[in-house]
């Protein structure tokens, strides 16, 4: 089935109407690749980026579609229940692609409020809003949940985390987005809400905010900085480049059966001392350095407080049911996003200002 695109026969805005889908999140790292894929690819839909503009929301990040006229940007905060609603009335949306979400572990780790605030309450709002728009008539609507592979919790040394494992979230983050799962499916259950839900592993690419692991060590190697890694840099993740999510958030946001949940992975683990290690190599090659020598900034530092130990992602039902698989190759991957990153200055520049140095010296002060 497929839901909204105009060359379905099930799709009742066939008429010509315009559709109308409200991204949440869209200037941050994820939502940004979402945003553009949608603008540039469907014309014919409207797509309204809702964003509070937090420290991770970057309007640059969508200066090339800015002014295109199927895209349009509402400066929302989604955690205001009155204005979150306001906006779903004025523009009475058929779908909403909600990515919208406090998103480091580490903040949640010494702010857990502000994560249960946005991303338990930001999303009951959303809920609430929806059902006020579509009231029962659900018809060609859909609300498509972007979620984590965290909730699973933690994997020893084997298996996989299947679209079955039972929710174990360990984290403040991940559980605020387990909650943040639960709430909708429970619409769907209680008030028939059209939902879809999908897992996804470690995100990597361009205009990823530098407080996650692989552009703060790009941004670290650049300048040579300490590479803080965490314990002893054991832990896996599995990678995946964010393109390749956005591909499968607009596959399984068109084609999946309501009511269903996919798992989205890269098949790509790596342990942090290995891919740090990589991204040195990488690096070493691009800026002329002498072979090794970034290496010897990594530092290991602190764990984690109850640092996860192992995700993995099963991605065969979304496989198997809509033929999505990872188009990149993670060495080919990397390199696109060093590139990006050693080209982008300015964009670096001014998301590394500011703000940012605080949130450094807080986190990793007593390192390094
Ligand atoms: P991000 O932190 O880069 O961006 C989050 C965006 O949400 C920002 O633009 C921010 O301004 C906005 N936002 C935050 N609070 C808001 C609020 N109260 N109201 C409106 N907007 C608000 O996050 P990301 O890494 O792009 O992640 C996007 C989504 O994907 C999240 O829901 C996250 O849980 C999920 N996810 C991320 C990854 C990953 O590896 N990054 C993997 C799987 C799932
Ligand atoms: O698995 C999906 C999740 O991946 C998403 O839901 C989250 O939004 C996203 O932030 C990411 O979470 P992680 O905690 O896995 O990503 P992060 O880049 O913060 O860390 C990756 C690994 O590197 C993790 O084991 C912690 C470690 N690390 C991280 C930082 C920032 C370090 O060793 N040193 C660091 O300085």
């Known amino acids: 089935m497929n839901l909204f695109h105009s060359n379905s026969s099930s799709n009742h805005y066939l008429c010509g109407l315009m559709k109308k889908i409200a991204i949440t999140g869209g200037a941050g790292f994820i939502g940004s690749h979402v945003v553009r894929l949608f603008v540039n690819k469907y014309p014919d839909y409207q797509i309204v980026n809702i964003d509070a503009l937090t420290y991770a929301g970057n309007l640059e990040n969508l200066k090339d579609i800015e002014k295109n006229t199927n895209y349009v940007f509402e400066h929302v905060d989604i955690t205001d229940e009155r204005k979150t609603e306001h906006l779903f009335v004025k523009h009475q949306f058929d779908g909403v692609i909600h990515l919208a979400a406090e998103s480091h572990v580490d903040r949640s780790i010494t702010d857990p409020l502000s994560f249960i605030k946005t991303n338990v309450m930001g999303t009951a709002n959303l809920l609430q809003s929806s059902r006020k728009i579509w009231g029962d008539a659900y018809s060609g609507k859909r609300f498509y949940h972007v979620s984590t592979d965290e909730v699973y919790g933690s994997l020893g040394d084997t298996g996989f985390f299947t679209e079955a494992t039972p929710y174990d979230p360990k984290s403040p983050y991940s559980s605020s987005k387990a909650a943040s799962d639960h709430l909708v499916r429970a619409y769907g259950n209680t008030y028939k809400l059209p939902f879809v839900i999908s897992n996804c592993s470690n995100n990597y690419?361009?205009?990823?905010?530098?407080?996650?692991?692989?552009?703060?060590c790009i941004h670290n190697i650049k300048n040579n900085k300490p590479l803080p890694i965490y314990g002893e840099g054991k832990n896996i993740r599995d990678w995946l480049y964010v393109e390749d999510h956005a591909k499968a958030i607009d596959l399984i946001f068109h084609n999946s059966e309501n009511g269903k949940t996919y798992n989205i992975g890269g098949h790509n683990e790596y342990q942090n001392i290995d891919l740090v290690k990589t991204l040195c190599t990488l690096?070493?090659?691009?800026?002329?350095?002498?072979?090794?020598?970034?290496?010897?900034?990594?530092?290991?530092?602190?764990?984690?407080?109850?640092?996860?130990?192992?995700?993995?992602?099963?991605?065969?039902?979304?496989?198997?049911?809509?033929?999505?698989?990872?188009?990149?190759?993670?060495?080919?991957?990397?390199?696109?996003t060093i590139d990006w990153y050693l080209k982008n200055t300015e964009w670096l520049k001014s998301v590394t200002s500011g703000q940012y140095q605080d949130y450094y010296k807080t986190q990793y002060s007593e390192s390094i």
């Open 205 to 216: 690419g361009p205009n990823q905010f530098p407080e996650k692991l692989i552009p703060l």
């Open 283 to 336: 690096m070493d090659q691009k800026l002329g350095r002498e072979k090794g020598s970034s290496e010897k900034l990594i530092t290991f530092v602190k764990d984690r407080a109850g640092h996860d130990m192992r995700y993995a992602i099963d991605a065969s039902k979304v496989a198997e049911e809509l033929g999505w698989t990872p188009s990149l190759v993670f060495e080919t991957g990397l390199e696109k």
